[in-house]
């Protein structure tokens, strides 16, 4: 399997664009960026086997809560957009109440996700610094010359087999069981990206179940709120 340089550098550039143009209330756009783009470098540091270095395990550590809290703000975002598409009666208020609870929450989530930003944006530019020279040096290219050519390496190619295998065998879906699933799916898809030069249907349908496993996901949450 090869790597795609451009595919593997990119995420560092548009975390650090990121953290650089974060504002103040965040944007629904910026926030699930944020939290996109978190996915896609654990997703290089695991597929290059960077994770057992001291600059890819420092990274992982030092983006976890960014993510983490990034996840609320987004869950908040999407549930708001869930509840706005109830049908209700002119005259019932409960959708009404419902939505502002979620914004109320979407606030609080948003609060305590720039001051985790704030706190944590000094030592997390440092660390995605130290682990993109290793990366660069796993794919024979530098984020400020990144070519279009291709680095062999059986590192990602070991790490989608792994997942695929995970998949598989996956024991029968419960409430508990499909997210976890769902973030497997995920990072498969997104080692696949920058291994392969475009989407494949089978890519492009992993794409797909975590779409619709998130919907289930994201309904149902709202539904026990």
Excluded at 25 to 49: D, G, I, K, M, Y
């Amino acid at each position: 399997m090869s790597v795609q340089p451009k595919a593997a550098l990119k995420p560092f550039r548009k975390f650090r664009k990121i953290l650089k143009n974060f504002s103040q209330p965040p944007a629904p756009e910026q926030v699930h960026s944020l939290r996109t783009q978190a996915r896609h470098l654990e997703a290089v540091v695991r597929a290059l086997q960077l994770e057992e270095q001291a600059g890819g395990s420092a990274l992982l550590k030092a983006l976890k809560p960014l993510r983490k809290q990034a996840g609320e703000v987004r869950e908040m975002d999407v549930l708001v957009g869930f509840a706005s598409s109830l049908e209700r009666d002119a005259e019932d208020q409960g959708v009404v109440q419902l939505i502002e609870y979620l914004a109320a929450r979407r606030k609080k989530a948003a609060q305590k996700l720039l001051k985790t930003i704030a706190a944590r944006e000094q030592k997390t530019r440092k660390q995605l610094k130290r682990c993109l020279k290793l990366v660069e040096v796993e794919t024979g290219s530098s984020d400020s010359n990144a070519q279009n050519g291709q680095q062999i390496s059986i590192k990602p190619m070991a790490r989608a087999l792994e997942l695929q295998t995970r998949l598989a065998t996956w024991p029968r879906f419960t409430a508990r069981n499909i997210h976890p699933y769902r973030l497997e799916l995920k990072e498969l898809r997104y080692v696949l990206q920058f291994s392969q030069s475009g989407e494949t249907q089978f890519s492009a349908a992993l794409g797909e179940a975590k779409e619709q496993i998130g919907a289930w996901h994201d309904w149902s949450q709202l539904a026990l709120i």
